[in-house]
């Protein structure tokens, strides 16, 4: 066989390669079982959005009470301007 032929049949393979791999990962995705490991995906996605914030919310309101408790011991006025307990939540 020539060069040219042997050439033009790798270029075909591989193109009939790529273009059945992109055919089953679009099978794939249309499944039933694509569209439930994408809702698992986003629950968890959402999960982890939620803790870190709630986080920082519970990171925050140990700090404010941390400070408003140093108030108290130095015979201070708990009330300060960092809001009333619980308003983050």
Same mark, same amino acid.
């Given at each position: 066989?020539?060069?040219?032929?042997?050439?033009? /049949? *790798? &270029?075909?393979?591989?193109? &009939? &390669?790529?273009? %059945? *791999?992109?055919?089953?990962?679009?099978? =794939? +995705?249309?499944?039933?079982?694509? #569209?439930? /490991?994408?809702? #698992?995906?986003?629950? +968890? /996605?959402?999960?982890?959005?939620? =803790?870190?914030?709630?986080?920082? *919310?519970? $990171?925050?309101?140990?700090?404010?009470?941390? +400070? $408003?408790?140093?108030?108290?011991? $130095?015979?201070?006025?708990?009330?300060?301007?960092? %809001? &009333? /307990?619980?308003?983050?939540?």
């Amino acid at each position: 066989m020539k060069t040219e032929t042997i050439d033009a /049949l *790798a &270029t075909a393979g591989s193109r &009939t &390669t790529g273009g %059945g *791999a992109v055919v089953g990962f679009l099978g =794939w +995705l249309a499944s039933s079982q694509a #569209i439930g /490991l994408l809702g #698992i995906g986003i629950a +968890l /996605l959402g999960a982890l959005v939620n =803790w870190h914030y709630k986080s920082e *919310a519970n $990171r925050r309101h140990a700090e404010a009470h941390e +400070l $408003r408790m140093a108030r108290l011991r $130095r015979g201070m006025d708990g009330a300060t301007d960092l %809001g &009333t /307990l619980g308003a983050d939540e």
